[in-house]
Structure formats: C-alpha cells, structure tokens
C-alpha cells in the first residue's frame, strides 16, 4: 500500500534583539506592505505556557498561519526576546505572505530553534479499515458515525502525541484518505525515538477484501473488530468460526510500519526553514511585485471589459 509522509505542522522560535523584535510587532499590527495583503487578528494572552502578542494571519485561500512574541514563561530584557512562527508547510510554505515573514525574521534572528513538528502519514483507505491500539499514553476518541471518528494517544500537543482521523471528511475530498499524526519534538528527533513512538496500527488490506464484505450482516466484521482490539476473544469462538477469523486476520490485516527514509526526509524538511540561503529576501520581494503586477492587470482588463459591457448596452438603449 502506498502511503504518503508529510510533514504538517511546524513550530520555530526566533531569538530577536528588542529592536527587532519591536519592528515586526509594529509591521504586524500595521499590517503594511505584503502582510496588508492578509486578514490579520490580533489578541493578547497571559497564559504561563504562551505568548503575550499573539497574531493570526489568514490568506486569500483559506489558510492561514500563527505569529507570536514576548512569551509568558520568561522575561523580557534590552537585548533578546523570542518570537515564534507555527504553520503548515504544505498549506502556506509557498504563500507570499508567509515567505516574506519568514524570511524576515531568519534575516534579522540572533538564533533560530525548531521546537516542535508533526509528521502526517497519509493512507488511502477508508476510516473504518484502519485501527489504533492503545498503549501506556492516554487514550480519547471523539466519534460522530464509524466514519468520523478521531482518536487520540498521548497529551495534546505534546511529544509523542498520536492522532488518527478520517481526512476526507475533514478536507472534503471525493476519495478515501485516513491520516495518521505523530507529534514529535525537535529537540529528540532521533529515528530510534520515532520508532519508539510510532503507534501500533493495523489495517485491512482493501485492495484484497474490505471487511464489511466478509457477510451481509457486518456479524463478521465486528468480530474482526473486536479481535484486532482483543485478540483473547478468538478463543471464545467456534472452532469453525474462529478458523474464518484467523484467516482473514493472517491475510488481510496488516501492521503499519514506520519509514526510515521517508521520516528522515521530513526532519531534513524542517532544517530547511532554517537556512536563510534557502529562502531569498529580495527573490520573494520580485515575487510580490510580480503577483501585484499580474493582479493589477487583470483587474485593468476585467474593467474595460465591464465599461465595454455598459457602453455597448447604452448605445443599443439609444438605438
């Protein structure tokens, strides 16, 4: 089966002398330049574990990304402050607005720290075909229908966090897609560790059997359910039925496995968001002006076509 590793969120702190840190403050609630081309929200906030300053930027598309300084667990001085960007690169990475901020504050950090990232393994089946067992992490599911179903392992937003859901419900897509979310930080990014956390998960192998096809009932597939989650319960089955079950369960249910290239891939991804060479202030600045350009001109062109519209209209109301 294919599956598809991405890297979904991404977290880093940007050490910023006060000076610096004030400019892009005041350059977000002024919202100028490329950020005005954002709807910006602003809000304050005196949690220990957060941010004084907190700013969300949502683009044109629907996406959007956070912006923060002056956090609460630390204090302030005349020399540094952090400021941190939390965003999906796969959602904004490309947008203008994200890459003229981003690279801004590379260019202007005394120090750039990957706190934290999520990898997202995307697997083309349906909700139900896919299982997690739980382990020692704390275990919760939110469940409207066998279809939409969430469950978690592990603390929110925390090392080791473990989230599967149903990804076609949740982007509307006209296929099958179940992801699976590793939390994982930075700091402890080893493949070792990423296999230690990798959750158990088992799937059916649709390409063979879907499991509600096993009778016309469903009896059979939820005791295929029942065993993937208890496999002591084979044992209190019927020689004949459990002989059924086994077979299935041997043929076509399979285990997840983590993937060392792919993983590795994804931290060599987050590294990237912090190599300033990689991200050129005045090659996103050409982009902008570029874009604006393009905007400007079909905006010129839809308005000759409408006054060309109306005057064609007056002229056959004179006639």
């Known amino acids: 089966m294919n599956q598809s590793y991405i890297l979904d969120k991404l977290i880093l702190d940007f050490t910023l002398e006060t000076a610096q840190t004030v400019k892009v403050f005041s350059m977000l609630r002024g919202g100028r330049g490329i950020l005005s081309r954002a709807e910006i929200k602003h809000w304050n906030s005196n949690s220990v574990g957060g941010f004084k300053e907190n700013f969300t930027l949502a683009l044109d598309d629907g996406n959007s990304f956070f912006f923060a300084v002056y956090p609460n667990w630390i204090r302030s001085t005349d020399y540094a402050n952090v400021a941190r960007l939390e965003f999906n690169p796969a959602k904004v990475g490309s947008s203008l607005q994200f890459r003229y901020l981003h690279a801004y504050l590379l260019a202007r950090s005394k120090k750039v720290v990957i706190k934290r990232f999520d990898v997202a393994l995307d697997l083309p089946l349906d909700r139900r075909d896919v299982f997690l067992h739980k382990d020692r992490r704390q275990y919760r599911t939110i469940q409207n229908s066998a279809l939409d179903k969430t469950e ?24 099958d897609l179940t992801r699976v979310e590793i939390t994982v930080d930075f700091e402890n990014n080893s493949y070792d560790e990423f296999v230690r956390l990798f959750p158990d998960v088992t799937y059916v192998d649709t390409g063979q059997m879907r499991i509600d096809e096993l009778d016309k009932d469903g009896t059979e597939r939820v005791l295929i359910m029942s065993c993937l989650e ?5 044992r209190m089955l019927g020689r004949k039925m459990r002989k059924k079950i086994e077979r299935a369960l041997e043929s076509h249910v399979l285990q997840l496995q983590p993937s060392y290239k792919e993983y590795m891939s994804i931290v060599s991804e987050c590294r990237m968001y912090c190599n300033i060479q990689m991200h050129n202030f005045m090659e996103i600045l050409h982009d902008y002006r570029e874009n604006y350009r393009k905007e400007a001109a079909e905006l010129a062109y839809k308005t000759l076509e409408r006054d060309a519209i109306i005057n064609e209209e007056s002229a056959g109301t004179e006639q």
Do not use: A, F, M, T
């Open 230 to 234: 208890h496999p002591e319960y084979l």
């Open 152 to 175: 978690y392992l592990g603390q929110r937003s925390q090392h080791g966090q473990v989230k599967v859901y149903n990804k076609k419900i949740e982007s509307k897509l006209d296929y």
